[in-house]
Structures are given as C-alpha cells and as structure tokens.
C-alpha cells in the first residue's frame, strides 16, 4: 500500500507562481512513476504531467507546457510541481499519482494505481 499526501495549493493571483509537493510512503519510491492530473469543477480529472523513475523522463500537456515544471527527490520520496505563470483556468483540485506496474498510457488515470486526496489550487483574476 502506498500513501500519497499533497500540500502546497493555495489562492495566488494570474501570473503567480505555486509549488506542489507530494511525500509518498514506501521504501520503493524511486521504481515509481509519478504523474499529476487536477480536476475542475464540474469537468473530467485530466493529465498534468509525468515523470520516469529516475527523472530522465518527462511529458507534459500542453496547456501547462513551459509554465509547469514537474521534478523528484527520490531521497525524500517525494515528487513536485513547480507551476509558473498561473492562469485562471489553472483552477482545480492537483491530485498525484503513482504508476507501480508500468506498462501503461501514463497519459491516463486508469495507468495510475494510487492516488493521493488532492490539494487546491484556485487563481483570481
């Protein structure tokens, strides 16, 4: 079992700058792949970005692409979003995610076999 728990969401202006952190429980941290999907109200849960076990690997969507950096310190078992340039359709509840079996479109949620309860983000315009 893996336990996944985000922190860093907050209320920021358009054009600010938020960094989500999610610390994951387990000595297997490093053979994960981790990936962030965030939610909006009323819409389906959508890919944000993922990242490789060993970070050599990265894919973003394209409406967060060069504004969103995702990164991972294995050592502290733990995976972040740096996200830059807010907008305010950035607005969502940022959820992360672990893909422990490998083998599937990471571009999916069904990919990801734990979850962590999500933290909010919300930019005012």
């Known amino acids: 079992q893996v336990q996944l728990v985000e922190s860093g969401g907050g209320l920021v202006q358009a054009g600010g700058s938020l960094r989500l952190s999610c610390a994951a429980t387990?000595?297997?941290?490093?053979?994960?792949?981790m990936g962030w999907f965030r939610q909006a109200p009323g819409k389906e849960r959508e890919f944000v970005a993922f990242m490789g076990w060993s970070g050599a690997t990265t894919y973003y969507a394209n409406s967060v692409k060069g504004r969103f950096t995702i990164s991972r310190d294995n050592a502290k078992n733990t995976v972040y979003l740096q996200m830059n340039a807010l907008k305010p359709e950035d607005t969502a509840l940022y959820y992360c995610a672990a893909d422990i079996d490998g083998g599937r479109n990471r571009l999916l949620r069904d990919a990801y076999d734990y979850w962590g309860q999500g933290t909010q983000v919300t930019v005012s315009s």
């Open positions: 387990g000595q297997l941290f490093s053979t994960y792949v």
